[in-house]
């Protein structure tokens, strides 16, 4: 059988087979005869083996079968099926050939706190660092691809955890990431600073909407001691 692989629901996948007289009388083909045996998601989406009949001796016509899985599971139950006029009073068997293929729900990104309350970094003394772990979920079957952190800024960044971008495989969860929170606007007193962690990616069918989490922060400026002299008789 032909193996058109893993893909996800939801998308489409041509695959061209070239048809090849090898035989010596000229093969009859009518379009009623280029025909998908079975019941899985696959169709003809173009041939041109109508417009070539008869095919000569040697000669060669394409058939291109497409792939349309909306649900997920193995899908090989079908063949591409072409029925032809060899030349004998009998006629042949119909040319077959099997179709394989593999669904798969599409990747799906989520980021969640290790421990509830996570999000809020608390309040640091201006130019200390916190550093928050948090999880990468891909509730999908297959990876989410050309993952990126889009949403940071200062005084936030990614400084370590275990996702290997631009890739997260499925699992719940996948991966982590750690989060630094770093306020350094001294002299400011108190600062709050909300921010989004976000993770743009495709899921396999196309750009998906970035997986994201707020977060947020308080910075203040350290102690600072001083001192006045009282007036003395």
């Not at 495989?169 to 600062?191: H, K, R, W």
């Not at 998906?208 to 001691?225: E, F, M, N, Y």
């Amino acid at each position: 059988p032909f193996d058109f692989g893993f893909q996800p629901n939801g998308t489409d996948t041509d695959q061209v087979f070239l048809i090849e007289n090898t035989g010596g009388y000229p093969a009859v083909i009518t379009a009623p005869d280029i025909t998908i045996a079975g019941p899985d998601p696959y169709t003809i989406f173009a041939e041109d083996c109508v417009a070539s009949s008869p095919l000569a001796a040697g000669a060669q016509c394409s058939v291109t079968v497409r792939y349309s899985p909306v649900t997920t599971g193995t899908h090989n139950a079908s063949n591409l099926n072409i029925v032809f006029d060899d030349g004998t009073v009998a006629g042949p068997a119909p040319f077959t050939h099997d179709l394989d293929g593999n669904s798969a729900v599409p990747a799906s990104l989520t980021i969640t706190e290790i421990t509830p309350g996570d999000t809020n970094f608390g309040t640091i003394v201006h130019t200390n660092t916190l550093a928050r772990t948090f999880n990468v979920n891909n509730s999908g079957q297959i990876n989410a691809t050309t993952v990126v952190e889009g949403g940071l800024g200062a005084p936030y960044s990614i400084t370590g955890g275990t996702c290997a971008f631009p890739t997260v495989t499925p699992g719940s969860p996948s991966c982590t990431i750690e989060v630094t929170f770093s306020p350094v606007d001294v002299g400011t007193g108190v600062q709050v600073y909300p921010d989004t962690i976000s993770l743009a990616y495709n899921d396999g069918t196309g750009a998906a909407a970035p997986a994201t989490l707020a977060i947020t922060g308080t910075g203040q400026d350290r102690a600072l001691l001083t001192y006045t002299p009282l007036s003395h008789d």
